[in-house]
């Protein structure tokens, strides 16, 4: 498996695509998170998940603890790997992580169409959390208040420890990552939030007005952090629809 296969993954390819959708999965996350996704965009819209280093089948592999080393790896997959119109999406730390690649991208020429910002406050809005810092049991009790994790992963033991150094890695990343507000990418920006979501308020969510040169636009569901697993339909139609391809999410 080369770099670039190592940091993507392609469930459904699709030759006659005419845009790539770029997906960065949450803390803890990994790339199976955004089949479904794949599924219902293809053949319209390609999605290319991202692997974190550290977890599934990357678990052998040193896990990155910044955003910004992250960004680098992601951002260099990603200049490979597209060779068509290309989007990003992320969810939680994956919309932070979307952030700083498009930086990346668009300091080399690689322009994305747009930033997809999914349940995560803008990159300058900041709050001091640890939840790095917690022994396992809270970090656990973390997990369970956003309702984003497996049931059966509580009830498994051994599946649950194996996982929470990643999660736990990707929580210290999110947490110590810093932006200043002046900090802007060419691409327009959608965000998408839930309504009671405890990580994010409306106000950090409209803070990334401020991160784009372009143009924005807030969507608001009803739900917490993870409100995008109740109104799938509707985030795959507005990605759909913002991406020149409306059908895709019709499949």
Same mark, same amino acid.
């Given at each position: ?23 960065? @999965? ?9 089949? !479904? ?5 293809? @053949?319209? %819209? ?6 974190? !280093? ?10 990155? /603890? ?48 747009? %930033? ?23 970090? %656990? ?23 929470? @150094? ?36 409306? /106000? ?8 784009? /040169? ?7 569901? @009803? ?15 507005? %990605? ?12």
């Amino acid at each position: 498996m080369n770099d670039t296969a190592t940091w993507i993954r392609r469930f459904f390819p699709s030759d006659e695509a005419a845009v790539q959708l770029i997906c960065l @999965p949450h803390a803890g996350g990994s790339a199976p998170f955004y089949r !479904p996704v794949a599924q219902a965009l293809s @053949p319209q %819209i390609e999605v290319l998940a991202v692997q974190y !280093p550290g977890r599934q089948d990357r678990r052998r592999e040193p896990m990155l /603890e910044t955003i910004e080393d992250l960004a680098d790896g992601v951002a260099a997959a990603v200049r490979e790997a597209v060779d068509r119109p290309f989007a990003l999406f992320g969810h939680s730390m994956g919309a932070t992580l979307a952030f700083e690649v498009a930086r990346r991208l668009e300091s080399n020429g690689s322009d994305p169409l747009r %930033i997809f910002a999914s349940g995560r406050r803008a990159p300058s809005t900041h709050r001091d959390e640890q939840v790095h810092q917690r022994d396992d049991d809270g970090v %656990i009790a973390e997990l369970r208040t956003l309702s984003g994790t497996d049931q059966r992963v509580f009830g498994d033991e051994e599946l649950l420890r194996m996982v929470l @150094p990643a999660i736990r890695n990707d929580y210290r990343a999110a947490e110590t990552y810093t932006c200043a507000p002046d900090v802007r990418v060419k691409a327009p920006i959608t965000a998408l939030t839930g309504e009671s979501d405890p990580k994010a308020s409306h /106000e950090e969510v409209e803070a990334w007005r401020g991160h784009t /040169e372009g143009a924005f636009d807030l969507r608001t569901y @009803p739900g917490g952090h993870f409100y995008l697993m109740e109104h799938s339909a509707d985030v795959l139609r507005v %990605i759909g629809e913002r991406l020149g391809a409306p059908s895709a999410a019709l499949r």
